[in-house]
């Protein structure tokens, strides 16, 4: 299991940290651990919103 920083999770997900943050606020990401005074976000958590955004994607979901 591995905890991505802030800019590993921008470069798997695709996002700035600005729409992370606004979808952190939303309740739409998957939320941070702390450790310490950093942000980490475990990365079979962002696997596993990438994968229900593609199947979104294919159940026509995605569009609008």
Known sequence: MRALNLRETE???GFKKTLIY???AA???PQP???GR???WLESELDA???ERA???E???GRA
Do not use: H, P, T
Request: glycine share 8%; net charge positive.
């Open 11 to 13: 470069a798997k997900v």
């Open 38 to 40: 950093a942000s980490r």
């Open 55 to 57: 199947n979104e994607r």
């Open 22 to 24: 606004r979808l952190l």
């Open 33 to 35: 651990i702390k450790i």
């Open 27 to 29: 309740g739409q990401f």
């Open 49 to 51: 919103f990438l994968l």
């Open 59 to 61: 159940q026509g979901k």
